[in-house]
């Protein structure tokens, strides 16, 4: 966990308190104390959240992977199909770091990821794409909604969870491939984008639904949000961080030429 510097100094500048916080984990760029996993992990309420979230993003990676591979059918040439196949490949291989991580830590990865499987089916049914380019929006915006969600929540857990969470949503190319494919698409068609636009707001929507059905639902993982593994991490930045993904949507439909 965090803690803020309030311990004593001595001559040198640091408490003997500060020193052995310091001694059990790891300062992040502000100077404050992070703890790993194995000391954050004595706290019941944390380990249950934590496992919550690696279940949730497990399953997550999975659908994506069965998701991008469905969607490579839609693609209009082998070069297109490719790259939709590379995409789910590193998908299965995030999954793949997840369901060894909750072994790992002697969780069974199925029972964690049941949980979510339900309400992340009926996302991807209610938004399931009609064209090649409705799924190069999903993929952009939708998936992009979720990484926003889980790196807020990635800021407040123990560095080594906090590690293989960062780690499984760098990009897989999601990004420059669907820029480029979408504003092309719209450069030759402009009557386009309007369809294209509801479409990412309608996926806007959903994936905020979802999220917050997440934080509703699951007892631990909504004190990990509003308690956090830092200090004032309260309701109301919960609300702000609701607007930061938002803001973050808002830019990623600007680089797309679409209005959000």
């Given at each position: 966990?965090?803690?803020?510097?309030?311990?004593?100094?001595?001559?040198?500048?640091?408490?003997?308190?500060?020193?052995?916080?310091?001694a059990a984990g790891t300062e992040d760029t502000e100077g404050t104390t992070v703890?790993?996993?194995?000391?954050?992990?004595?706290?019941?309420?944390?380990?249950?959240?934590?496992?919550?979230?690696?279940?949730?993003?497990?399953?997550?990676?999975?659908?994506?992977?069965?998701?991008?591979?469905?969607?490579?059918?839609?693609?209009?040439?082998?070069?297109?199909?490719?790259?939709?196949?590379?995409?789910?490949?590193?998908?299965?291989?995030?999954?793949?770091?997840?369901?060894?991580?909750?072994?790992?830590?002697?969780?069974?990865?199925?029972?964690?990821?049941?949980?979510?499987?339900?309400?992340?089916?009926?996302?991807?049914?209610?938004?399931?794409?009609?064209?090649?380019?409705?799924?190069?929006?999903?993929?952009?915006?939708?998936?992009?909604?979720?990484?926003?969600?889980?790196?807020?929540?990635?800021?407040?857990?123990?560095?080594?969870?906090?590690?293989?969470?960062?780690?499984?949503?760098?990009?897989?190319?999601?990004?420059?491939?669907?820029?480029?494919?979408?504003?092309?698409?719209?450069?030759?068609?402009?009557?386009?984008?309007?369809?294209?636009?509801?479409?990412?707001?309608?996926?806007?929507?959903?994936?905020?639904?979802?999220?917050?059905?997440?934080?509703?639902?699951?007892?631990?993982?909504?004190?990990?949000?509003?308690?956090?593994?830092?200090?004032?991490?309260?309701?109301?930045?919960?609300?702000?961080?609701?607007?930061?993904?938002?803001?973050?949507h808002t830019k990623r439909m600007a680089a797309l030429g679409l209005a959000a």
């Amino acid at each position: 966990m965090e803690t803020s510097d309030t311990s004593p100094a001595g001559p040198e500048g640091t408490g003997s308190a500060e020193r052995a916080e310091r001694a059990a984990g790891t300062e992040d760029t502000e100077g404050t104390t992070v703890q790993d996993w194995a000391s954050a992990s004595a706290d019941p309420q944390y380990r249950a959240a934590v496992v919550d979230l690696l279940g949730a993003l497990a399953y997550g990676e999975l659908a994506a992977f069965e998701r991008l591979a469905e969607d490579a059918k839609l693609a209009p040439t082998l070069v297109d199909k490719a790259e939709l196949a590379s995409m789910a490949s590193a998908e299965f291989q995030h999954f793949e770091r997840l369901r060894g991580r909750l072994a790992e830590i002697g969780e069974d990865p199925a029972a964690a990821m049941e949980p979510f499987a339900a309400a992340l089916d009926e996302f991807h049914r209610q938004t399931a794409p009609s064209d090649w380019l409705e799924g190069l929006i999903k993929a952009y915006v939708g998936d992009s909604i979720a990484s926003d969600f889980y790196r807020e929540v990635a800021a407040h857990l123990d560095s080594d969870t906090r590690a293989l969470v960062l780690g499984v949503l760098d990009d897989t190319g999601h990004s420059g491939f669907a820029v480029e494919k979408v504003r092309g698409a719209i450069e030759a068609d402009p009557r386009v984008g309007g369809r294209l636009a509801l479409w990412a707001r309608r996926l806007m929507g959903e994936a905020l639904s979802q999220a917050q059905r997440v934080v509703a639902e699951r007892d631990a993982l909504s004190m990990m949000l509003v308690g956090g593994v830092t200090a004032g991490f309260d309701l109301a930045e919960v609300g702000r961080m609701f607007s930061r993904i938002t803001e973050a949507h808002t830019k990623r439909m600007a680089a797309l030429g679409l209005a959000a």
